[in-house]
């Protein structure tokens, strides 16, 4: 009767562990002798909560599962924190909890291609909430490269995390203005293997961190230009791409954010 559902149970994480007999692996009966689907007569934030419940019933609850994990359950306790969390148990049914992202049937570990969660496959499975991002992400420089299949470009998760998510808002979260430039952009940036790889002639990140704007930064100014208030948030492109916020025929609107009296020679000469 369910024929699709069991093939993707069989091809998924859980289906392969019960088909060596792992102890404890959760079988249909398992999650459906609870009401987690949208037949069940919960509404819609119930539901939702119902999921999240019985996903942590076993990866945070039960020891057995924990032990066998090869990753900490701390990120997963972090969910309740996070951006999604909070607003799920905040009263919103939109918000997204373990099945939006791992899927029901089909859960699979990041590290297999068929997996939402798979690096390759994150921009569209954020996307199925975040859509306007989807689409200015997969436009840029790192959208562009992930779809080549790039390893080294950034996905959703490199830059705003996983189960941790936080409000940019939060000084906690590596995409608050203070810690964008440091903890999000650099690590790559400044990495000599990626620059030889890509063919980067000097340090950006270094530069930029002796300019005026760089000193303001780490000297805790909120306002202060960081990576991403020239280059952008989703919609990093190359220089090069008149497109770009960074291409030279919009330097003067781009700095003319933060100076408004920015002529066309304010943007000339050195830029970091």
């Not at 689907?37 to 020891?63: F, G």
């Not at 704007?213 to 909120?222: F, I, N, T, V």
Request: hydrophobic fraction near 30%; include cysteine.
């Amino acid at each position: 009767c369910h024929g699709d559902a069991v093939e993707s149970y069989t091809a998924s994480i859980h289906g392969k562990a019960m088909a060596e007999g792992v102890e404890g692996t959760p079988t249909c009966i398992s999650c459906h002798s609870q009401a987690v689907t949208e037949s069940s007569d919960l509404d819609p934030l119930a539901l939702k909560v119902a999921q999240e419940e019985m996903c942590l019933s076993c990866h945070l609850d039960n020891e057995d599962v924990r032990s066998r994990m090869t990753t900490s359950t701390g990120f997963i306790e972090a969910y309740d924190k996070s951006v999604h969390g909070l607003s799920l148990h905040g009263g919103n049914p939109d918000a997204a909890n373990c099945v939006d992202c791992h899927g029901a049937h089909e859960v699979a570990p990041g590290t297999w291609s068929s997996s939402l969660v798979n690096k390759l496959n994150i921009p569209h499975m954020c996307g199925e909430c975040h859509d306007g991002i989807k689409e200015e992400f997969m436009e840029s420089s790192h959208g562009l490269a992930l779809a080549r299949n790039s390893g080294d470009a950034p996905s959703c998760t490199d830059c705003h995390g996983e189960h941790t998510i936080l409000s940019a808002d939060n000084p906690l979260s590596p995409v608050a203005p203070l810690n964008v430039s440091g903890m999000v952009c650099t690590p790559c940036h400044s990495s000599v293997k990626m620059a030889e790889k890509y063919g980067i002639v000097g340090d950006p990140s270094k530069s930029y961190l002796d300019s005026y704007h760089g000193l303001a930064m780490q000297g805790g100014s909120k306002t202060a230009a960081n990576c991403a208030s020239c280059h952008g948030v989703h919609s990093i492109k190359s220089s090069s791409d008149p497109t770009s916020s960074i291409h030279e025929s919009n330097l003067q609107e781009t700095c003319g954010t933060c100076h408004p009296n920015a002529t066309e020679a304010f943007s000339k000469g050195q830029i970091h």
